[in-house]
């Protein structure tokens, strides 16, 4: 449970980032033939100049059989290329609960497919030549059985596609598995079934996967490490042909039903993992976290929390990462309307990752859930809203955002546009840890810092616009040392405060 000192002091601040135009909304996405509830946009990924969408509950190839749709884009506009429907569809599978595109191949999740039983599960890969897409090969388990849901999750790098099970129950009872299939010229095999060190039943092992190169991110949502679903993430390496377990990942400051790992997502030397049900700015405020990978050591580098974060907006419920960007979704904030959605850019600078922008739809409505799918790659970032209504209730909607380079004058000082806090690094510490925050133009700041029992320990003057960095030694504290334990930082400009908490370990 979250200290109530904590809550107390978690308050809304003024604005969403540092640059508050550097991504643009320039299409909003709809197919060619999609009806009410089939929920276009549960699904997306993309990779260059492609786009791919899910709707699971496309009716083409018979009730909720599913389908997914490819855009391509020519200069600044996309335009649907391929509506894709498996051969051998049949009612009910949901071709399309989850998609990923990597270079002229892609691998769509049919979860409910019955090839190995009820709901066992299946995912089909498709390969373009020059307009072309061509279904190349349909996937399933060599364990698969019922209500396995293979496919639930699925992920494509190169010649390897992971496909997940979160509901296989070789650790116990919907403990979950994830398997790696190989490419060789046209054919994809089977390479190996993962499953973790420490796997137990209801961790739900697989509910999101992502691949990137030969590192691969599994989830465990509801994993108890921290407490009842406080949830995990492991990490795996490929060596030749070879998967191996290289480590676990949990929140620092983790607790019980944060669903830590509800989605992850990996590029290169860094791994993103959502936490929706995280509690640091209210009940399902949601967060999200940043690893770092120096050799073989996965190491948290940052936790994320939005800006203007409240109760049930479920930030990290989805998220994206690529480069030195970050995309986390806030599926029921309420900026449109209730339950409306929107997203968040982070962009990292050194260790730092700084907020820069939030996303809303520029025709968001209530209960649209814009941020039920994101993916970002190069200078774009597809998001889905599968319950928007354009083309009937709940038949669902994505939207293209582009990011936008913008030239700044360095012999002009540039003030921050919001006051923000933006964390510590490193959390937990001993003995000094930095403090780094914005004050917006024409607005001055105070940075105050309190105990588990909400007494003051550090008060330093009054800051003035710009940005900050502040080094506190629990150590050398006013001249004395501070015992280990939770600290709340606040920074309060005018009637607007902002508090976070670290960890002192001595």
Known sequence: MRNPWFLLFALLLVGVGLLADDWEEIQKLLPSTVGEHDTFGRSVSISGDYAL?????????????????????????????????????????????????????????????????????????????GTIWTQ????????????????????????????????????????????IFHRNGTTWTEQTKLTPSDGDELDNFGHSVSISGNYTVISSHRDDDNGDYSGSAYVFVRNATTWIEQTKLTASDGGTHDQFANS????????????????????????????????????????????????????????????????????????????????????????IWTEQVKLTASDGSPDDLFGTSVSISGDYAIIGARYDDDNGDDSGSAYIFEH???????????????????????????????????????????????????????????????????????????????ASGVYFYRLQSGSVQRTLKMLLLK
Not at 85 to 111: Q, W
Request: hydrophobic share 35%; charged share 20%; aromatic share 12%.
């Open 53 to 129: 969408i899910g709707a699971p509950y496309d009716d083409d190839g018979g009730v909720n059989a599913g389908s997914a749709y490819v855009f391509h884009r020519n200069g600044d506009i996309w335009t649907e290329q391929a509506k894709l429907i498996a051969t051998d569809c049949a009612d009910r599978d949901l071709f399309g609960f989850s998609v990923s595109i990597s270079s002229d191949y892609l691998v769509v999740g049919a979860m409910d497919d019955d090839d190995n039983g009820y709901n066992s599960g299946s995912a089909y890969i498709f390969h373009r030549s």
């Open 136 to 179: 190349q090969a349909k996937l399933t388990a060599s364990d698969g059985e019922e209500r396995d849901y293979f496919g639930v999750s699925v992920s494509i790098s190169g010649n390897h596609t992971i496909i997940s099970s979160h509901w296989d129950d070789d650790n116990g009872y919907n403990s979950g598995s994830a398997y």
């Open 264 to 351: 992850v997502s990996i590029y290169d030397d860094y791994v993103l993992i959502g936490s929706p049900c995280d509690n640091d700015l209210g009940e399902d405020s949601g967060s999200a976290y940043i690893f770092h990978r120096n050799g073989d050591t996965w190491t948290e580098q940052a936790k994320l929390t939005a800006s203007d974060g409240s109760a049930w907006d479920f930030f990290g419920v989805t998220v994206s990462i690529f480069d030195d960007y970050a995309v986390i979704c806030a599926i029921e904030d309420d900026d449109n309307g209730h339950d409306s959605g929107s997203a968040y850019v982070f962009q990292r600078d050194g260790d």
């Open 404 to 482: 936008i380079a913008t030239n700044i004058d360095d012999s002009t000082p540039v003030l921050p546009q919001a006051t923000a806090l933006l964390g510590v690094f490193p959390n937990p510490f001993n003995p000094t840890t930095t403090i780094s925050f914005s004050v917006a133009e024409r607005q001055s700041a105070t940075l105050e810092i309190f105990n588990l029992r909400g007494q003051l320990v550090k008060n330093y003057p009054a800051f003035a616009a710009g940005s900050h960095e502040v080094v506190w030694n629990g150590a050398d504290n006013e001249g004395h040392s501070v």
